[in-house]
């Protein structure tokens, strides 16, 4: 599978967007970028998913580069909720019984 | 709408005592099921996955099993628990076909002393 890379933590105000980076320059064509997040002491939730085209949702934007070797997962106003782990993956659809592998992610820590 | 129950929440086990832990999905049926752990401070290790009754696939070689009883129950075990088996056990489903969206349960924290 491809393999993303994320900043291991990144800071935020409450009430201010955050724009959470992944690189993923091995990305072949038919990989989908999928994001999850993971509150403290909780299973992941997933957040978004795409393939080329920006997609909004009511938790986050994602935004795909033209050369689909990066996206942004946008959080249009932060919230103390939205602190956590959130992860950047890459799968093809539907393919291998749909293991994602999940790497370290970059935590989010929002402040008041 | 779809759930996904996982129990027990916590548990304190000695070394070399069985586990189980148990997972059930509802409002789906035939879903791949998958079980993952996390160690503290590491991201999600998947362990087993299933695409149906009975059909178990292994991700890495340890001291714990899976079994699939029933379409919609997924069953983590260990007949004999080490130290390093300590973590946070996740439960997910997703559909059998389409996107890879998973959905996970609350987990269960395991501490073995």
């Known amino acids: 599978d491809a393999k993303t890379t994320q900043p291991n933590s990144m800071e935020s105000n409450e009430e201010e967007p955050v724009h959470l980076p992944c690189n993923h320059s091995t990305i072949s064509g038919t990989d989908y970028i999928h994001w999850y997040r993971q509150l403290p002491s909780q299973g992941p939730e997933y957040v978004i998913h795409?393939?080329?085209s920006n997609v909004n949702n009511r938790m986050a934007s994602l935004a795909i580069a033209e050369d689909r070797k990066s996206s942004t997962l946008i959080l249009h106003r932060a919230t103390l909720r939205d602190a956590a782990v959130y992860y950047c993956i890459l799968k093809p659809y539907g393919g291998s019984q749909g293991n994602l592998i999940f790497g370290k992610g970059t935590k989010l820590s929002v402040k008041p | 709408s779809q759930t996904i129950h996982q129990w027990p929440a916590t548990l304190v086990q000695p070394v070399g005592s069985p586990l189980s832990l148990e997972c059930t999905v509802e409002?789906?049926?035939?879903?791949?099921l998958y079980w993952y752990r996390q160690a503290a401070g590491r991201g999600l290790q998947l362990l087993f996955y299933?695409?149906?009754?009975?059909?178990i696939s292994s991700e890495v070689p340890q001291n714990l099993s899976a079994s699939r009883p029933q379409d919609r129950q997924f069953i983590l075990s260990s007949k004999k628990l080490l130290l390093s088996d300590s973590g946070f056990y996740l439960c997910a489903w997703r559909r059998l076909r389409g996107a890879n969206v998973l959905t996970f349960g609350a987990g269960s924290r395991l501490t073995v002393l």
């Open positions: 795409g393939l080329t």
């Open positions: 299933s695409v149906g009754i009975g059909q």
């Open positions: 409002g789906t049926s035939n879903p791949n």
